[in-house]
């Protein structure tokens, strides 16, 4: 059974010193940018853009997207104009910073004895910089970036780490895979608690004993902690529950952003391929989606506006991809379309009252059932086919 393991990088893997940190970053970027522009237009834009980041519920748009929609217009400047000046900043300037941060001891040691177990390692930083700051940092701490599968950051990432959402896309993005997950970071609003209500099992790193005075032993403590807990741990026990309300939203408020960001970057041609014959295209898994989006999951939930305990017919949608014949639909349209799609359908459930959840009913497959049932089945059938989304493209880039 493989763990995977969710890092934070701020003050978990890095010594980070954010009271200096943010302050030297602002200042340095200000300053490379001044022959551009007042520097105090661009420190108030930067923080702008970090707090509508922060904020974002977006499926549709990356964080990067959601930043430079407040940042140009307020420093008065067209969208991207400063693309070059920034990269130069990222490459030339912004390494000068590092010495402001320190590497954690026990960060290398705990990464390198996770690796020898063939556990699956994320970077799980709040993705609010660009790739190649995030990556400087990641190897301020003394790693490659080659050694996570995953670092998210704000060029392909919906979410920050305000929102439990940011926990489902991360997930989605290495192919929602089953088995036992584990949120490490030392933030308990933005690593901990987030994480919890998608329902992970979570380590707070406080750098104390896990057996120091009023500590809940095994919850928190340092790397090493984690480590001699890990080594003796039943890995059932961090399986994830996603049952709870919070959970089932949040992982349909991220599917679309998942395959965003999984999608984004694919050839046109590349929509129609087939790792094999028994494969799927991609475009075909998404017309997929958004036809039982349509006609089986509105269907479903509208059900729910009558009285009484409403029946909930599951027709066979296996065969709609060659009736339908989706392998020649436009793969980019059948996205857009899906994607619009699940705003139907998360206006329902954000908007549906806490009692309605546990209203009864009964499902063709599964019997007696309540609402809440009814929208986890629709998260379950987003991770599986995020997982076949996933696997394909594995399978595409190994072909290649």
Not at 84 to 110: C, G, M, W
Not at 300 to 324: C, H, M, N
Not at 363 to 382: L, Q, S, V, W
Request: charged content about 25%; hydrophobic content about 40%.
């Amino acid at each position: 059974m493989t763990l995977t393991l969710l890092l934070d990088l701020d003050d978990t893997l890095l010594k980070t010193n954010q009271s200096a940190f943010v302050p030297a970053y602002f200042q340095a970027i200000s300053t490379h940018l001044a022959p551009q522009m007042d520097p105090g237009l661009i420190a108030g834009a930067l923080l702008s853009g970090m707090n509508a980041m922060n904020q974002s519920r977006d499926f549709s748009r990356t964080l990067k997207e959601i930043f430079d929609d407040v940042f140009y217009p307020m420093i008065g400047l067209q969208k991207g104009r400063l693309d070059s000046e920034i990269e130069v900043f990222y490459d030339e300037i912004f390494p000068a910073l590092q010495p402001i941060t320190e590497r954690n001891p026990d960060a290398k040691p705990f990464v390198h004895w996770a690796q020898s177990q063939g556990f699956r390692l994320v970077v799980a930083t709040d993705p609010l910089l660009p790739r190649k700051a995030t990556y400087h940092r990641v190897r301020w701490a003394g790693f490659d970036p080659k050694e996570f599968e995953l670092i998210s950051t704000f060029d392909d990432f919906h979410f920050s780490k305000t929102h439990s959402t940011y926990y489902a896309e991360l997930l989605g993005r290495i192919g929602w895979q089953e088995g036992p997950v584990l949120m490490v970071g030392n933030d308990m609003e933005r690593d901990i608690l987030p994480a919890k209500r998608l329902g992970l099992e979570t380590f707070f790193l406080n750098g104390d004993s896990a057996s120091g005075p009023g500590s809940e032993a095994g919850l928190h403590g340092s790397l090493p902690d984690l480590r001699r807990r890990l080594e003796s741990a039943d890995l059932t026990s961090l399986i994830p529950s996603f049952a709870a309300i919070e959970s089932i939203v949040s992982i349909q408020s991220a599917t679309p952003a998942v395959l965003d960001g999984l999608f984004r970057n694919l050839e046109p041609n590349e929509w129609s391929l087939k790792p094999s014959d028994d494969d799927w295209s991609l475009t075909e898994l998404v017309c997929h989606l958004r036809d039982t989006e349509r006609e089986i999951h509105h269907m479903q939930l509208k059900l729910f506006e009558g009285q009484g305990e409403p029946f909930i017919p599951r027709p066979d949608t296996g065969v709609w991809a060659s009736q339908r014949d989706y392998l020649h639909e436009d793969g980019p349209s059948a996205m857009r379309e899906y994607t619009e799609a699940r705003r139907v359908t998360l206006d329902i459930l954000m908007n549906m009252p806490d009692k309605n959840w546990e209203r009864k009913a009964r499902h063709a497959i599964f019997g007696p059932t309540n609402f809440r049932e009814i929208a986890g089945f629709m998260a379950d059938h987003d991770r599986m086919h995020i997982h076949q989304a996933w696997s394909i493209l594995k399978k595409l880039a190994l072909e290649k």
